[in-house]
C-alpha cells in the first residue's frame, strides 16, 4: 500500500497522511499539490471512495533560507493569479469532514482547523500563541518548541525536527519534545507504518534517533550515530538540508562541545543562537 501511494503523492510525508486516514487513524488530512499531481490524486480517491475537496486559493511558496527546498511560509492568492500556486487539498472518507475543513481554513479559524486535524489542544494552544512571532522568522516552531522543553534529549518519537529530510511521526508542532499527546500520536502512527511495512518503520525509528543541530539560517543538521559524553559530542554522519561552510565544519571535526540546548562550540568557532536536542 505504501509503495502505491507513493506513486500517488510522491513523497512520504504525504503517502503516510493518506495512509492515516485509510487506516482511521485520522477523520480528515490536509496537504498541498500542484496541478499535476492533483489530477492523479483525484483518480485515487475516486477509487479508494476518498472525498476531496480542493481550496478556492492557490498558495505561493517562498522558499526558506537554509532549510533546503523546504519552505514553511506561504502567501495565499486568488486562483487567477498568473503565477504557478499550489492547492491545499482535504482528504476524508466522510464528506463533511473535508468541506467543514475547507471552510474553516477559508475562514482562518487555525484552532477549528487544528481541531479537525487531531492535533492535542497543548500544541494548537502553542502554535496560535507562537504564530505572530514565527511568522516574522521562518514558520518554525523548533526554537520556541525547544524553549518550553526541560532539558534536550528526548524521545524519538516527537522528533519533528528531521521532517526536512521527509522523515516524521507527525503532523504538527509538538508544543515541547515532550508532549505526551503528540508523543502518543506518534506511536499509533508509527504501529500503523509498521503493519505496512516494518523495513519503512525500521527506517524512520534509526533516522529519528539523532542528535539535531537547528540553525535558522544556516541550514538543520541530522548527527547521527551519535554519542554524548560530559557535553562532548561525537557523530559518525550528518544529514544537512543545505551544503555550506557549516556542514563543511561538521563534517571536518566529527565532533562538539555542547554548551547548552542554544549554543555550540565546534574547533574553536562559537554558535550560538541556535538549537540543540537528542533523541533516543
Ligand atoms: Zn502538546
Redesign the pocket.
Known amino acids: 500500500m505504501i509503495n502505491t501511494l507513493k506513486e500517488i503523492f510522491h513523497n512520504t510525508t504525504r503517502s503516510l497522511e493518506v495512509l492515516y486516514v485509510l487506516e482511521n487513524l485520522k477523520d480528515v488530512v490536509r496537504m498541498d499539490a500542484n496541478q499535476l499531481e492533483i489530477e492523479k490524486i483525484k483518480n485515487f480517491c475516486h477509487e479508494q471512495r476518498l472525498f476531496l475537496e480542493i481550496s478556492d486559493f492557490k498558495i505561493i511558496k517562498e522558499t526558506d533560507k537554509g532549510k533546503g527546498a523546504f519552505s514553511n511560509t506561504a502567501r495565499k492568492v486568488p486562483l487567477n493569479y498568473p503565477e504557478e500556486g499550489l492547492f491545499h487539498l482535504y482528504i476524508s472518507k466522510n464528506k463533511n469532514k473535508a468541506t467543514f475543513l475547507k471552510m474553516m481554513e477559508t475562514k482562518g479559524d487555525d484552532a477549528a482547523v487544528g481541531e479537525m486535524l487531531g492535533y ?1 489542544q ?2 494548537i494552544d ?1 502554535f496560535l500563541e507562537n504564530k505572530e512571532s514565527q511568522q516574522r522568522m521562518q514558520n518554525d516552531y523548533i526554537l520556541p518548541a525547544l524553549k518550553n522543553s526541560e532539558g534536550m534529549e528526548f524521545d524519538f518519537h516527537a522528533n519533528y525536527a528531521v521532517r526536512y529530510f521527509d522523515i516524521t511521526l507527525l503532523s504538527h508542532f ?3 519534545f515532550s ?1 505526551k ?2 508523543i502518543n500520536i506518534a506511536k499509533k502512527n508509527l504501529e500503523c507504518i509498521k503493519k505496512h511495512s516494518k523495513e519503512l518503520a525500521e527506517y524512520f525509528e534509526s533516522k529519528l534517533k539523532c542528535a539535531v543541530l537547528y540553525t535558522e539560517h544556516d541550514g538543520i543538521f541530522a548527527l547521527e550515530d551519535y554519542n554524548l559524553k560530559n557535553n562532548s559530542l561525537e557523530y559518525k554522519q550528518i544529514l544537512g538540508t543545505v551544503n555550506n561552510q557549516l556542514l563543511g565544519t561538521l563534517r571536518k571535526n566529527n565532533k562538539m562541545e555542547v554548551v547548552s540546548k542554544n549554543e555550540i562550540k565546534i574547533g574553536e568557532e562559537v554558535l550560538e543562537d541556535i538549537g540543540f536536542m537528542t533523541f533516543i
Do not use: K, T, Y
Request: charged share 10%; aromatic share 10%.
Open positions: 492535542p497543548c500544541c502553542f509538538p508544543h515541547n508532549c499527546d503528540s
